[in-house]
């Protein structure tokens, strides 16, 4: 149990197009799904906590125009990064979580996408 | 600020022989959570091993087990009896409202 899932696994793009990536838990209700970007051989930085419903929090020097965030379902984030850039480039990767109250106990992590922008 | 440090960017181990890799963090909060996780080659975080900073007690999944000391806020994951399965990069992270990693240590396991 406890799966996440993301779509699509690899993409690739041309400078100044915009790019979706759907996070979907898929045998849980997902309160809360986490958005971060993992540069090579870096660690993982979080961009943004999105509830259902409401709009997403983003973390400080992250561009909110620029990487929109929707969670409209308990089931499913997305990511769309507009008007992307070859500084774009990168790893991205949810987590989902299916409690609201703080501290959550754990979070799922999905299998990653890979964003290359030409 | 919360803040996670990992201090051994890389380590080698034997295998069948016990590694441990460091880390220090730092949170206002006084409910929160650590753990550590494994990130291979596939890239797919996966869930290693996690404390809650009320229980005293280590916490122990199989081979891995962590030494907690929370007045020190150090949180070290001990690998015994290594595999050549275990060779990935490790998170140390650490979560009260959100979850913030450490940079990671990319663990060699030699044959």
């Known amino acids: 149990g406890a799966v996440v899932s993301q779509h699509p696994s690899w993409v690739i793009c041309k400078s100044g197009t915009s790019v979706k990536i759907e996070c979907r838990s898929l045998d849980f209700q997902a309160t809360t799904m986490f958005w971060y970007r993992q540069f090579p051989k870096q660690s993982l930085m979080l961009m943004a906590t999105s509830n259902e419903g409401s709009k997403a929090t983003y973390e400080q020097g992250v561009e909110k125009d620029k990487f929109l965030i929707n969670h409209a379902s308990l089931t499913l984030s997305t990511l769309t990064v507009t008007s992307a850039h070859p500084e774009d480039s990168s790893f991205y990767i949810c987590?989902?979580?299916?409690?609201?109250?703080?501290?959550?106990?754990?979070?799922?992590f999905g299998p990653g996408t890979r964003l290359t922008v030409l | 600020a919360q803040t996670v440090t990992q201090s051994q960017p890389e380590m080698s181990v034997q295998e069948a022989e016990t590694v441990t890799l460091s880390c220090t963090y730092d949170t206002s909060e006084s409910d929160y959570y650590l753990f550590w996780y494994k990130q291979p080659p596939s890239r797919q975080m996966i869930l290693v091993i996690r404390?809650?900073?009320?229980?005293?007690q280590n916490a122990t999944e199989n081979r891995f087990s962590v030494n907690f000391q929370k007045a020190a806020k150090s949180f070290s994951l001990k690998i015994s009896d290594s595999q050549l399965g275990d060779a990935a990069m490790y998170f140390c992270?650490?979560?009260?409202?959100?979850?913030?990693f450490g940079k990671g240590t990319r663990l060699h396991i030699l044959p």
């Open positions: 992270a650490s979560l009260d409202d959100k979850i913030i």
């Open positions: 987590s989902a979580n299916w409690r609201e109250d703080r501290p959550y106990n754990e979070q799922f």
């Open positions: 404390q809650e900073a009320y229980k005293q």
